[in-house]
């Protein structure tokens, strides 16, 4: 399996509720940023967590990292029909030179 | 606000077409990089520059090349297009530090028929 794996794939949930993303890497990494792409566009960021930092908010959005575990979550809080969109994890690994992207969490949210 | 735009949203074109899908970002970043999306593979790097003439292979640079004759436009370059490179295009920008944040232009659905 590649570098930055979302989990789950799809999640469909009804507007109010909160939506939580998993992303999981192997390697070391200097941070990890999480995207957001609405259907046929480009990605948008949404926020970046360093190595050094356990938790970040923005918004309606919290982002863990746990390095011990290599994983991150996403939680969207009081989803909206407009956070409809695939949400993609990126890990810009210490070694490398750029970032690698998962294949992305599908969010669907129903009115 | 940071601002990256690709010269075409929808683009059809035939087997053994030379394409150029052009990309231009307002912010004077130093980085630019071309993606490739499909589905069940995600984004795939093929070529990113750092400054400009200066350019370096991603993961799949098969059948590409890139041009950065200026710094805010980088260009992407199918030599003979083929069906098997039909995917979503997209670019991106950044600064120095090739591991900061990417700001990503609208994409380019290219149709290779």
């Known amino acids: 399996s590649q570098q930055g794996e979302e989990d789950p794939q799809a999640l469909s949930i009804q507007e109010g509720e909160n939506a939580t993303m998993n992303c999981s890497y192997k390697?070391?990494?200097?941070?990890l940023q999480w995207y957001r792409q609405n259907s046929g566009r480009g990605l948008v960021h949404l926020i970046l967590i360093r190595s050094n930092e356990r938790e970040k908010h923005s918004g309606r959005l919290r982002v863990t990292l746990d390095t011990s575990k290599k994983s991150s979550s996403l939680l969207i809080t009081a989803s909206r029909a407009a956070d409809t969109a695939s949400y993609f994890c990126?890990?810009?690994?210490?070694?490398?030179?750029?970032?690698?992207f998962g294949e992305g969490t599908q969010l669907t949210v129903n009115p | 606000d940071v601002k990256v735009t690709q010269s075409s949203r929808y683009l059809v074109k035939r087997t053994g077409e030379k394409v150029f899908l052009e990309c231009v970002q307002d912010m004077d970043h130093e980085n630019m990089f071309w993606y490739r999306q499909d589905p069940g593979l995600g984004l795939r790097l093929i070529y990113f520059s750092y400054d400009v003439k200066m350019k370096e292979k991603g993961d799949i640079p098969e059948g590409y090349s890139v041009s950065r004759e200026k710094k805010e436009r980088f260009s992407l370059i199918l030599e003979s297009a083929s069906t098997n490179q039909t995917s979503m295009y997209l670019c991106?920008?950044?600064?120095?530090?090739?591991?900061?944040?990417?700001?990503f232009g609208p994409g380019t659905r290219l149709l290779v028929l």
């Open positions: 991106a920008s950044s600064l120095p530090w090739t591991k900061e944040t990417q700001y």
């Open positions: 390697t070391s990494i200097n941070n």
């Open positions: 990126a890990t810009a690994e210490t070694s490398g030179s750029r970032l690698t």
